[in-house]
């Protein structure tokens, strides 16, 4: 099965944010009925709950908690409807009803990164749904994967920032942030502006490329259903090596004034930085 129409836009994977459409409005994984059967027989730990209404500044990923699963999917989007919180399902491809659909995005997107000359494999691909009060707002964060997101039901609004640009993120904290020395970040002021903002509503998805910033605000009519797919390519783990070298380097030459340029300007340094930080990470591999 082809999960995507406007395939062309892949094009743009991992430059810049882009819609599409995608063909999974009617998978039967997809379904009430079948989320309902789904959800509570899922591992505990795969079933996280936020409570609240968020805002700008707040830790997204630490606001979820693990709670049983005491409601039906229907009686879940009731009450969500009214209780400013989130329900995430990670990993729902442990159950065997979600199995096919996992697979029929990897085999899309690999024939999409082929096609490309990207690599003819996604490399450790993560799948997430995410039930969401109307009116609710995810706070601004970056990950360390490039990601593809559907709606399913109700509708968002997700700005999307320039993934190097100084302006909202430093390159310092971003670099901190991806060899895993630093686990939040927060956008520079009076960055609002250099968003790209995109409305979109069920039988839509939106690319949101590597380390690109970005911000979500649920409609205010309907509980908001969606699912994502993370995953890195050959080039967004070559950049994370860059990265990651950057981040090392600037604490080691730091206090003698020799600053590492940032990552995402000239593609032949990033390369040198990428292999050198492989050549490493191989080394200390070989001595354990």
Excluded at 172 to 179: E, L, W
Aim: proline share 5%; charged share 20%; aromatic share 8%.
């Amino acid at each position: 099965m082809q999960c995507f129409h406007d395939s062309d836009a892949f094009d743009l994977l991992d430059r810049d944010a882009f819609k599409l459409t995608h063909k999974l409005m009617d998978h039967p994984a997809l379904s009430l009925e079948n989320l309902s059967e789904a959800s509570p027989v899922m591992p505990t730990s795969r079933v996280t709950y936020s409570l609240g209404k968020l805002k700008s500044g707040d830790a997204f990923e630490a606001s979820f908690r693990t709670r049983p699963v005491e409601r039906s999917i229907e009686q879940t989007i009731e009450t969500i409807r009214v209780s400013d919180s989130y329900v995430r399902v990670a990993g729902p491809e442990i159950h065997p009803s979600f199995a096919p659909l996992y697979r029929e995005l990897i085999g899309d997107i690999e024939g999409m990164l082929h096609g490309l000359g990207l690599g003819r494999h996604v490399i450790d691909p993560k799948l997430s749904l995410l039930i969401a009060s109307p009116d609710s707002v995810t706070p601004f964060r970056i990950d360390r994967q490039c990601a593809l997101t559907m709606q399913l039901r109700g509708s968002r609004e997700i700005a999307v920032f320039p993934q190097w640009d100084e302006r909202v993120v430093a390159s310092t904290d971003r670099d901190a942030y991806v060899a895993s020395a630093q686990s939040l970040l927060s956008m520079q002021r009076d960055a609002d502006t250099l968003g790209s903002t995109f409305a979109f509503h069920p039988g839509e998805a939106l690319h949101i490329p590597f380390i690109a910033g970005h911000q979500v605000r649920n409609g205010s009519r309907d509980v908001s259903i969606s699912m994502s797919i993370t995953f890195n390519t050959a080039q967004s783990m070559a950049w994370r090596r860059a990265m990651t070298f950057n981040h090392y380097s600037r604490r080691l030459f730091g206090r003698v004034g020799i600053a590492p340029k940032p990552v995402g300007q000239h593609a032949w340094r990033d390369g040198a930085k990428s292999s050198v930080w492989g050549a490493v990470s191989g080394l200390k591999q070989a001595l354990k």
